[in-house]
């Protein structure tokens, strides 16, 4: 079945440090993929998108490019900041997947802490 | 502002209780779902309902119930056949394929 795969966390890293944090996926048809970031007791908060192969989504200095060839969708940020900590979650949503056609399937989460 | 209001954010169960946490959206939004999240691990779909009137199992149903009488409000129930139900409970609604929106979340712990 369709699934999604971070990497471990936690990340820790000092302000202005560029950041990578990678997410593969295994899916049956041609996903989109979604980037969401959870701040401390909040819910989550869509951060970008891209709905097929070669889209790159971007917000607030974050970017993710769709890439179909290996089957990834790897957050990106040149320079973090403190207020970037949070946990980080990869999903992908396949219509072909059954059920709701807006099902997510997530990743465990990938928590950051940015120091000073 | 439109947007999806989850409550209590704090919640405590006693042994063999049914508590339900409420979750209401003024998106106008067709789709909503329940789910369930633990320390460490992603979210896992506890139900869902594309329509009034209609819900489905989602992965991790058993020990818990929904209700879907109003577009706007799917209410997710924890019941006493939920032997491990303290986790942080997350509600989203979505219109088509447009991304899912969130709730702040539920913390559900045992007395």
């Known amino acids: 079945g369709d699934s999604v795969t971070q990497m471990e966390g936690p990340v820790t890293l000092s302000e202005e440090a560029f950041l990578t944090i990678n997410c593969t996926y295994t899916a049956t048809g041609y996903p989109s993929l979604f980037w969401y970031v959870q701040y401390p007791g909040e819910g989550l908060q869509l951060l970008l998108k891209?709905?097929?192969?070669?889209d790159k989504g971007s917000n607030k200095g974050f970017e993710a490019t769709y890439r179909k060839e290996t089957t990834s969708f790897h957050l990106e940020k040149g320079s973090v900041q403190v207020s970037d900590s949070a946990v980080y979650f990869c999903a992908l949503s396949d219509p072909n997947y059954g059920g709701s056609q807006g099902n997510l399937i997530f990743g465990k989460g990938t928590k950051l802490s940015v120091k000073p | 502002d439109g947007g999806i209001t989850q409550s209590p954010k704090y919640l405590f169960r006693k042994e063999g209780q049914n508590v339900t946490l409420s979750c209401e959206q003024n998106l106008n939004h067709d789709a909503m779902y329940w789910y369930r999240q633990d320390p460490g691990q992603g979210l896992r779909l506890i139900y869902y309902s594309q329509i009034v009137n209609d819900f489905q199992k989602g992965d991790i149903a058993e020990g818990y119930s929904v209700s879907r009488e109003k577009k706007e409000s799917f209410p997710l129930t924890v019941t006493s056949a939920q032997k491990n139900p303290t986790a942080f409970y997350l509600c989203a609604s979505q219109q088509g394929y447009q991304p899912q929106h969130f709730g702040d979340g539920t913390r559900l712990s045992i007395l």
């Open positions: 891209a709905t097929k192969a070669d």
